[in-house]
Structure formats: structure tokens, C-alpha cells
């Protein structure tokens, strides 16, 4: 099943990426409004996704009650493949880095980092062929 999800994923990622070069999107931002007895709420800032000109997600931003609740940036190498993910708290101090190596497309290692640059965790990937 994870095999299946791994070959899936980036077919669903570049019909993400081609929505947002067709539509010539920057950016995208959601806001939600909430009624409480059929009386209105104030309009909320909910999210925000930035993209690249490639169509890659470089960042988003997740708010709670207005506020800004996660905030995530990315990096990419030139095959479009994500090579940087980093988390950051509300006040934009880095709590966690993601960095991911590629060998012909495929991840061949992926390393966290806290937010002093302290190895968390390594994953390394093998792939057999037929």
C-alpha cells in the first residue's frame, strides 16, 4: 500500500502544480465566516498557499480564530522535487527541518532537524528493481 501511495502522490502533486500554472496563481487565501444563530460572525483569515512559477506550493499558512497557527515553507530543487520543509511557530522561530536528497527522482534520504539544527531523525531509501 505505501508503494502504491508513493507512485500515486506525485501524479496527484503535478495536477496540483498544473492548476495553479493554468490559473497563473501567486496565491491562494481562504477565509471562513461562522454564524451563530443565524447572526454573523466576523469574516476570519483560515489559510494561505503561496506558489512558485512552477506550481509548487513554497509556503503555507494556517491561522486558528485569526491567528497565525502553523506556518510551513518549502524549497525545491530543480526537478521540482521538495528538498526543504521548515515549520515554524506563530512568532516565526523554526521548530522543525525536513531535507530530503534525490537520486533519478526517486528520495533516497530524509533527514529532521529540531529548530537548532539537531539531527532528529535519518531515514535512508533503497529501491529494488525488476
Keep these: 500500500m505505501i508503494v502504491l ?13 498544473k492548476k495553479a500554472v493554468s490559473h497563473n496563481l501567486k496565491s491562494t487565501t481562504a477565509y471562513e465566516q461562522r454564524y451563530e444563530k443565524g ?12 506558489y512558485d512559477n512552477a506550481g509548487n506550493v513554497t509556503e503555507e499558512i494556517d491561522y486558528k480564530l485569526g491567528k497565525v497557527d ?6 525545491y530543487d530543480e ?19 525536513t531535507e530530503c536528497k534525490y537520486s533519478d ?21 533503497k529501491y529494488e528493481t525488476y
Design 105 to 125: 527522482g526517486l528520495r533516497t534520504e530524509k533527514t529532521v532537524y529540531n529548530g537548532n539544527n539537531q539531527v532528529l531523525s535519518k531515514k535512508t531509501y
Design 39 to 50: 447572526t454573523q460572525g466576523k469574516m476570519l483569515k483560515e489559510s494561505e498557499i503561496r
Design 79 to 97: 526537478d521540482n522535487n521538495k528538498i526543504r520543509e521548515t515549520e515554524l511557530d506563530a512568532a516565526g522561530k523554526k521548530i522543525k527541518i
Design 70 to 75: 502553523k506556518h510551513l515553507i518549502y524549497q
Design 5 to 17: 501511495i508513493m507512485m500515486v502522490w506525485p501524479w496527484l502533486l503535478t495536477g496540483q502544480q
